[in-house]
């Protein structure tokens, strides 16, 4: 099968990209290949011709979007309905990598594939406008997924994620606070890929699924976690998010569930697993 992954030097993209190579042929594509916001930029999808398009591409900077939404939209949504269109035309499945932002948290229990949408945010409203958008090619899927950690880390935040950022403040001696009160469904990215490479090989009925490894865990309880596992005595402090004062709403629960995928045999392990092998592959925990 041929693939094309759009964004294939991010975090997911990179972990699709070694994922599916294994059994299929992949054409990752870079920011510098690719602009999803223009459409004859797209076209080079036209020339590639491949079975199924996996657009992981997204400006993510959360505060950056509430202070430049025409850019978040021009990228999350109309970058979405310019691969889509693409894709319908060329006959291709199209995948579609959204967010557990697109809730408002009010649920205070993990929110699965038919809970209504209700975004609090520039980043999200964009987001759930792709999902839309991406609607336009009868053969999608929109894949929600959360709080990410991969190899690769985030280009937003300069090659690093959660993970590493509670690393590196604990190699330079820092008193770590870390907010208590934001739920949310740690995801390992090598897993999501993994996943995702399931959904497209099962063949498995269009639409929305959610994606993320099993768990609900707040912010703190997860870089207690990270310590931990590396047996480090770090000095974390448990804080409210008032303690973070922000202009842009976010959801204080946001973790995800899916009851669609263990209908067709598919179960994403426990995050704690995950977070193991990811300290290990990144060389921060012997075996």
């Known amino acids: 099968m041929k693939i094309a992954v759009i964004g294939a030097t991010g975090q997911l993209g990179h972990d699709l990209v070694r994922v599916l190579s ?5 054409i990752g594509l870079s920011h510098a290949d690719i602009e999803v916001a223009d459409l004859k930029s797209c076209k080079i999808l036209e020339k590639i011709k491949p ?3 996996i657009n992981t591409a997204a400006y993510h900077n959360v505060p950056a979007c509430e202070e ?3 850019k978040a939209f021009l990228v999350n949504a109309i970058g979405a309905r310019n691969v889509a269109l693409i894709g319908k035309q060329i006959g291709a499945t199209v ?3 959204s967010t557990d932002y697109v809730f408002d948290g009010r649920k205070k229990a993990p ?6 949408p209700n975004p ?8 759930l406008a792709g999902e839309f958008f991406t609607r336009y090619a009868p053969k999608h899927y929109i894949i929600r997924v959360a709080s990410l950690f991969g190899v690769r880390g985030c280009r937003a935040k300069g090659g690093l994620n959660f993970v590493e950022v509670m690393i590196q403040k604990a190699k330079k ?6 907010v208590n009160d934001v739920y949310m469904s740690p995801t390992y990215t090598f897993d999501a890929a993994k996943t995702i490479k399931l959904i497209i090989e099962r063949n498995l009925p269009y639409g929305v699924y959610h994606v993320t490894n099993q768990g609900v865990v707040s912010w703190y309880e997860f870089a207690k976690a990270i310590f931990e596992l590396l047996s480090w005595d770090i000095n974390l402090i448990p804080v409210t998010s008032s303690e973070f004062p922000s202009k842009v709403r976010r959801p204080k629960f946001s973790a995800l569930i899916s009851k669609k995928l263990p209908k067709y045999g598919i ?6 697993e995950a977070l193991k092998d990811y300290l290990i592959e990144k060389g921060h925990l012997k075996i």
């Open 51 to 53: 079975e199924v398009i």
């Open 120 to 127: 609090l945010n520039a980043y999200a409203i964009s987001k």
């Open 22 to 26: 294994k059994d299929h042929e992949v």
């Open 95 to 97: 995948i579609y990598i």
């Open 267 to 272: 179960q994403m392990r426990h995050w704690k």
């Open 68 to 70: 430049n939404p025409e």
């Open 173 to 178: 001696g820092e008193t770590i606070k870390v």
């Open 111 to 116: 929110y699965d594939e038919d809970d209504v």
